[in-house]
């Protein structure tokens, strides 16, 4: 079975602009969550979706949205980029995310640098 | 919200000691609790987790043990190898809303084990 995926890997973006990262799951596996890496804050949570609603939310700002879509791939946006959104963005996606059994497998993640 | 606390930030252990990570959380709801290792350019990886009906589990040289009342637990890596020095990072979280797919994670552990 694949893994999970997510692309770009390399993003550079100036301030104000915004990105669009994507996720694509493991076969069959229908939840989804983003996380944002940095040195200083370790791993974060982002959102999590399921059969295309999000079911669970952290701490971000409005500027940090995403989706999910009927084939489970999910995407993430970051408008109005800030020099603190630099970071490595990792997906995870796991069965259901229901059952404690349901390991989370994580992606490569996608690294944005903002200029 | 959950808040996971973990230490020591970096440890340096000699190739055959054992090393200790440990975390604490703060919300009691919280019922699943996965270690991670990430090596140096790689996604995150699950090691070994632990469900909040369980006081101990082991796998070969590691091991993870759960004290609820104090909330915090702990991994115990024996006999050390340098392969595996990564970084560690204990997570927790709460089956709200039937999802787990929202992990907290502490801000990580880096093991350095000296051949």
């Known amino acids: 079975k694949a893994g999970v995926t997510q692309t770009p890997r390399y993003l550079i973006k100036t301030r104000g602009q915004q990105v669009t990262l994507s996720c694509s799951p493991i076969?069959?596996?229908?939840?989804v969550s983003w996380y944002q890496q940095t040195p200083g804050q370790g791993l974060q949570f982002l959102f999590e979706?399921?059969?295309?609603?999000?079911?669970n939310k952290g701490n971000f700002p409005g500027r940090f949205s995403g989706r999910q879509f009927s084939n489970s791939r999910s995407e993430m946006n970051v408008s109005t980029l800030e020099l603190g959104d630099s970071a490595l963005y990792l997906c995870a996606s796991s069965l259901d995310g229901k059952s404690s059994y349901n390991e989370q497998f994580f992606g490569p993640g996608t690294r944005l640098t903002v200029l | 919200g959950e808040n996971v606390e973990q230490h020591p930030s970096t440890l340096s252990v000699q190739e055959g000691d054992s090393a200790v990570i440990k975390c604490t959380y703060s919300d009691s709801a919280s019922n699943y609790f996965p270690w991670y290792k990430q090596e140096l350019g790689k996604r995150p990886q699950l090691i070994i987790d632990?469900?909040?009906?369980?006081g101990e589990k082991k796998d070969q040289r590691i091991a993870v043990t759960l004290n609820k009342t104090a909330k915090h637990f702990s991994l115990h890596i024996t006999e050390t190898q340098p392969e595996d020095s990564a970084v560690y990072f204990c997570a927790a979280t709460t089956n709200y809303g039937g999802s787990q797919g929202n992990l907290i994670f502490g801000k990580g552990t880096k093991l350095s084990v000296k051949p």
């Open positions: 076969s069959g596996h229908r939840s």
């Open positions: 632990i469900r909040s009906n369980v």
């Open positions: 979706y399921f059969s295309e609603t999000q079911r």
